[in-house]
């Protein structure tokens, strides 16, 4: 199945995208649908590292029966523009859990796009995203949390922070609440800022050289998103990637 109509910056969902790098590799393929069953748990590892000229586009459908979970986690580095969207609907009692990063630089585009849809009582979910762009990059988190009229006791966090090392590059954070029951807890909050300078000055008062500082700081804001990821082999490989994609930026 292959989506037909090219995206327009009318879609919210694509305003910040490079719709014209897309139309060059348009149509793309439709979105892996997954099922959790009832009481299951996945854990899902994403790493988009597509060549530098290349546009990759990764659609996910995410479908929490009762009491099932989900954790994805997502780590956004490659290709001229670069897409993770998921799209999420959460039966009663299940947990969607999202660990994402975005490491840009030149004239990328890299974006996360989710949209949860907590269709029934006492789901919940979690988003933690952290950017670092530098030279003329684009980075964007868009993420939408819909919570249903009968959708009662439901809990769901967002947490979207940028870090811009130039001051061409461009971050746009838009955590996006659409509540309709009464009995909820939903919390979001999004900062953009730059590396800080009393931390910067105290680690080179220490005689840390100014780059070997900038890359310490960076791999404390990125690497802490990836804790959560049970398999050691896999923790230690996606941090590996996410260092070097901080070194070639910086």
Avoid at 32 to 51: T, Y
Avoid at 94 to 111: C, R
Avoid at 117 to 123: Q, R, T, W, Y
Avoid at 135 to 146: M, P, Q, W
């Amino acid at each position: 199945m292959t989506l037909l109509a090219l995206p327009t910056r009318r879609d919210e969902a694509w305003r910040y995208s490079d719709l014209d790098a897309l139309a060059g590799a348009w149509p793309v393929a439709g979105p892996e649908v997954i099922r959790v069953a009832a009481g299951e748990e996945i854990a899902r590892l994403i790493v988009q590292d597509a060549a530098a000229d290349a546009v990759a586009v990764n659609d996910f459908v995410v479908i929490l029966e009762r009491d099932a979970r989900a954790i994805f986690s997502v780590l956004n580095i490659g290709g001229k523009f670069g897409r993770v969207a998921i799209d999420v609907t959460c039966h009663e009692g299940s947990h969607f859990e999202l660990a994402g990063a975005i490491i840009g630089g030149g004239d990328q585009t890299l974006e996360i796009v989710t949209t949860l849809n907590h269709v029934e009582p006492n789901a919940t979910s979690n988003q933690v995203v952290r950017t670092v762009l530098g030279g003329k990059a684009t980075g964007s988190y868009l993420g939408k949390v819909a919570v249903a009229r009968d959708a009662q006791k439901v809990d769901a966090g967002q947490s979207v922070k940028a870090m811009l090392l130039t001051r061409t590059a461009t971050a746009n954070a838009k955590p996006e609440l659409e509540i309709f029951a009464d009995d909820v807890k939903c919390a979001h909050g999004a900062t953009v800022g730059e590396l800080d300078a009393n931390a910067l000055f105290y680690l080179q008062s220490r005689g840390i050289a100014p780059a070997d500082a900038k890359a310490m700081l960076l791999r404390a804001f990125i690497g802490s998103v990836f804790d959560g990821i049970k398999n050691d082999v896999q923790r230690d490989g996606v941090e590996a990637v996410a260092q070097a994609a901080l070194e070639r930026i910086l």
